[in-house]
């Protein structure tokens, strides 16, 4: 479980009753975004339902019974974040958005280098600048992963950037195709798919080069490790495909 000062309240008013939960915010936007496939107990600060989180005031039984047609908390507490809002507070947010905003910085810095100067990397701190010159803003609630692109055409006109690109095919086996090809092909900007006929998915998506085991790390996990992953060296490959 987390601490309650590192949760947010998820709420959902149904029926005319309240009920709120208490959980990880980075966790509760994966379980709403239904990318959430971790353990429930780890990520929430209490194995309860409230109708109001702050004075700990539980609702009605029957109430829980009438919306949820269980009172088994770790069941209805998914429902909640579902189908409820993130209540989320002023400083909480502010964590939230430094928190996204230093992992955006480094995630550019680590992959993208100067064309200009012989392709060697820009230092965070430009970076940092950059982005601020641009005025780009940073959502808190939003993956840094789907953030990166719009930041890097941010920066473009403020400084010389480049992002050394890899292409990557991803074959799928059946059993994991329906739940993970929709995880996978946000990872970067899918060129094409293709549905097998026995029921398997190929995708190939091309990324920031610098990202190739985040992108092994979400495959295996998505899959357990069953599906095949191959690097597309040229264009004619792809097509091949």
């Known amino acids: ?34 990318e959430f496939d971790g353990d429930l107990e780890d990520v929430i600060a209490a ?4 109708e109001n989180a702050s ?23 998914p429902q909640v974040i579902e189908r409820g809002e993130i209540q989320i507070t002023a400083e909480q947010r502010r964590k939230m958005l430094e928190r996204k905003r230093r992992e955006l910085i ?39 992963e789907s953030q990166v692109e719009d930041a890097l055409d941010a920066l473009r006109p403020v400084i010389p950037i480049r992002f050394d ?9 059946p059993d ?3 739940s993970a090809q929709a995880q996978i092909r ?6 094409r798919e293709e549905w097998q006929a026995d029921g398997s998915w190929i995708g190939v998506l091309t990324f ?8 092994y790390d979400l495959v295996n996990e998505h899959t357990s490790g069953e599906a095949e992953v191959q690097i597309i060296r040229d264009e004619d490959e792809i097509a091949r495909r």
Not at 47 to 50: N, P
């Open 1 to 34: 479980m987390i601490s309650l000062d590192d949760a947010v309240t998820a709420r959902l008013e149904s029926h005319g009753a309240r009920f709120e939960v208490l959980v990880d915010p980075d966790a509760a936007l994966a379980i709403k975004r239904g």
């Open 106 to 144: 480094d995630r550019i810095a680590r992959n993208a280098v100067n064309p200009q100067m012989d392709d060697a990397p820009h230092p965070p701190d430009r970076i940092e600048n950059a982005l601020e010159e641009a005025g780009f803003d940073v959502d808190p609630m939003e993956r840094v």
């Open 47 to 50: 194995r309860d339902v409230f």
């Open 176 to 178: 994991y195709a329906g």
């Open 208 to 215: 920031p080069a610098g990202l190739q085991n985040d992108f």
């Open 55 to 77: 004075r700990g005031d539980r609702p009605a039984e029957s109430d829980v019974e009438k919306v949820f047609d269980t009172t088994d908390p770790m069941e209805i507490i």
């Open 165 to 173: 690109e890899v292409t990557m095919a991803v074959q799928v086996p």
């Open 186 to 191: 946000q990872f970067g900007d899918l060129e």
